[in-house]
């Protein structure tokens, strides 16, 4: 039986129903009675950028480790950009998953164009260092949340 770990202030239960603010253009959305979770980013201020990544690296922290975590990125927001202070921020999930020794599944959405080719170049580079996870990228919603939903190690 999965162990059902509380989260702290400031990130919704995980059986909360619809996207929540969590601040700052992101929001946070939990799935499958808290098994998949949604992040969607509106802009990559700095602001936006911190709230997202300390989203994360909370939710990853609390998480029941013997289950594998289910994300999904949405980032098809034109104000988007893969700016140097996220790709500075970025590697601090990989560190955290890999401290925490667990499977984690991570589905990115984009729009298509340049942004497409820079994520998928940059994105490889950053999930490499991981030992138990895998990140692919899509730019229809539905195929990213069936794949996420789904996709195991083997």
Known sequence: MAIKIPLPDGIPPRTTIGATSIGNGVSLEWLD???VIIYTLT??????????????L???????????????????????????????R???????????????????VFDNGFLQTLLTLFGNTFTRPAKRMKQRYFTDYDKALEWVRKETLT
Do not use: W
Request: hydrophobic share 35%; net charge negative; with cysteine.
């Open 33 to 35: 009675d808290g098994d």
């Open 43 to 56: 802009n990559t201020r700095r602001e936006a950028v911190d709230t997202y990544i300390n989203a994360c």
């Open 58 to 88: 909370t939710t990853l922290e609390n998480s029941d480790v013997t289950k594998p975590g289910r994300a999904l990125l949405d980032i098809s927001h034109p104000d988007i950009a893969l700016t140097p202070y996220f790709r500075k």
């Open 90 to 108: 970025l590697p601090e999930i990989v560190t955290t998953i890999n401290k925490l020794d667990m499977d984690v599944f991570s589905a990115v």
